[in-house]
């Protein structure tokens, strides 16, 4: 501890008499040691941490990215860096022609994947791979973009290309092909403008001889619209199952469509919904249809053998609210075929069985449907030494004339019979058929066969099918 003396004025008679007045006061602190190195050791190590930072975050000196220079940039400057340097270059239309901007072209770059394939490969504290180059340039130009600065610049370069068309002419989708206009090539100004970034340049020339402008709307786009839409005119109706119940003509589809190009090429159709539920009131009358019986010839083992009659299945149309609404939709999707509601009662059959029975005893021929006789006459049937063989049989071959040849069975003869008409086979040789050469019916004439008048024959040959059933008796 110190100790404090303090003392009255000097001009104080009694001061030099009074006693000191005597106190403890604490002692002055002890200075403290001075560290000079943290002066100087911090700032060297904030030096060292930044340039440790900068050199994981920027790429390194000398490295180029599609021809520009981004060395010492972070990959986000150097990508801000690529895209003003591109939309910076101007391009003359000639030599002292109009000059236009990249960035008036809707010229662009992928420059942030330049960039950060740059710093990938060149960080700044990879040494070994300083002043490397990167990428090269890939330039996309906004077409409509760039044609329309292009015309405005040099519009004596410029003729309007015909675009193709589809049209409805004598029943058939035809198609008139495009025609080409002319104009500055586009592609010719951005294969400069990626030279130009490439080399450096803040400029580039571009010979403006016009050359052909393609249509948009293709011969070939048409051509694929006009063969699907005659296909569907083809196919175009509404169906009850697979039956096209109510065909639709193509001029009456063609009046529902309107066929056009959108700004890309691409043909779609409108359809007139409106137009197709007039046709949709129609239906009912053209649709429903009461059943009718199918009528067959069968033999009597139930086997079909021809059809007398086809028949047709009832059909009642149902709830068409919607019909030309959701049609319109599908002929929007190229579909033509619209299957209708309809409630469908199928058509029954009717089955007959035809027997052409001989009666040998009586020498006659009955003709039967279903069991019932429905004709009969008189016939010839083969003779004692030669008889026509009882049994049951069916129609095989059959011929509207014939020369027949053979031998007698009952004689031993040979025998040639001239243009037999209306012959149908039986039993192996023997046949029904008429018989121009007697006229003894209802007696044993033939060599074996059934034989009867020619105008009868023809009778029996129209009416008994192949396969038809054949009972020869007593």
């Avoid at 040099?154 to 409805?168: I, M, Q």
């Avoid at 010839?297 to 030309?324: F, I, M, P």
């Amino acid at each position: 501890m110190s100790e404090i003396i303090t003392r009255q004025d000097a001009d104080d008679t009694s001061a030099s008499d009074a006693p000191l007045d005597v106190r403890w006061a604490p002692a002055e602190p002890a200075p403290r040691p001075r560290r000079l190195w943290l002066k100087v050791g911090v700032p060297v190590a904030v030096v060292v941490a930044a340039a440790t930072v900068c050199s994981l975050i920027l790429i390194a000196p000398g490295t180029t990215a599609a021809g520009v220079p981004v060395g010492g940039q972070t990959a986000g400057a150097a990508a801000d860096t690529i895209s003003s340097r591109l939309s910076s270059i101007e391009v003359s239309l000639g030599d002292g022609g109009p000059t236009v901007s990249a960035a008036d072209l809707g010229a662009s770059i992928d420059a942030s994947a330049l960039a950060d394939a740059a710093f990938a490969g060149s960080p700044m504290w990879n040494v070994t791979a300083w002043s490397a180059a990167y990428g090269t340039p890939d330039v996309t130009l906004d077409a409509d973009r760039a044609a329309n600065v292009l015309r405005a610049a040099l519009p004596e370069a410029y003729t309007d290309p015909t675009p193709a068309a589809v049209s409805f002419q004598k029943g058939a989708y035809t198609v008139t092909p495009a025609v080409d206009g002319t104009g500055v090539s586009v592609d010719a100004v951005r294969t400069a403008l990626e030279s130009a970034l490439a080399d450096g340049q803040s400029t580039v020339t571009v010979d403006p001889t016009p050359e052909p402008v393609a249509s948009i709307v293709t011969t070939a786009a048409a051509e694929a619209t006009a063969a699907s839409l005659n296909d569907m005119t083809s196919e175009a109706g509404f169906y009850a199952g697979d039956e096209r119940t109510v065909p639709i003509s193509a001029d009456t589809l063609a009046s529902w469509l309107t066929v056009d190009a959108d700004d890309a090429g691409v043909f779609s159709y409108t359809v007139d919904a409106a137009a197709i539920q007039t046709a949709v009131d129609a239906l009912p009358d053209q649709v429903d249809q009461d059943p009718v019986s199918a009528n067959v010839l069968a033999s009597e083992a139930g086997k079909t053998l021809s059809t007398l009659a086809e028949g047709q299945d009832g059909r009642v149309l149902g709830d068409t609210s919607g019909v030309a609404r959701d049609f319109a939709d599908q002929l929007a999707s190229g579909d033509a075929s619209y299957e209708l509601p309809v409630e469908v009662t199928p058509r029954s059959t009717v089955s007959t069985v035809r027997l052409a029975e001989v009666d040998l005893g009586e020498q006659r021929l009955y003709l039967k449907e279903n069991g019932k006789v429905v004709d009969t006459w008189l016939i010839s049937s083969g003779r004692d030494g030669a008889v026509t063989f009882p049994g049951r049989y069916s129609i095989g071959w059959r011929t509207p004339l014939q020369d027949m040849k053979g031998t007698s069975r009952d004689t031993g003869n040979k025998y040639t019979q001239p243009d037999v008409p209306w012959v149908m086979y039986f039993n192996g040789n023997q046949a029904f058929h008429g018989a121009y050469w007697h006229n003894n019916f209802g007696n044993q004439m033939s060599a074996g066969c059934v034989n009867m008048p020619p105008a009868t024959a023809k009778k029996l040959y129209d009416w008994m099918p192949d396969g038809g059933d054949v009972w020869i008796h007593s």
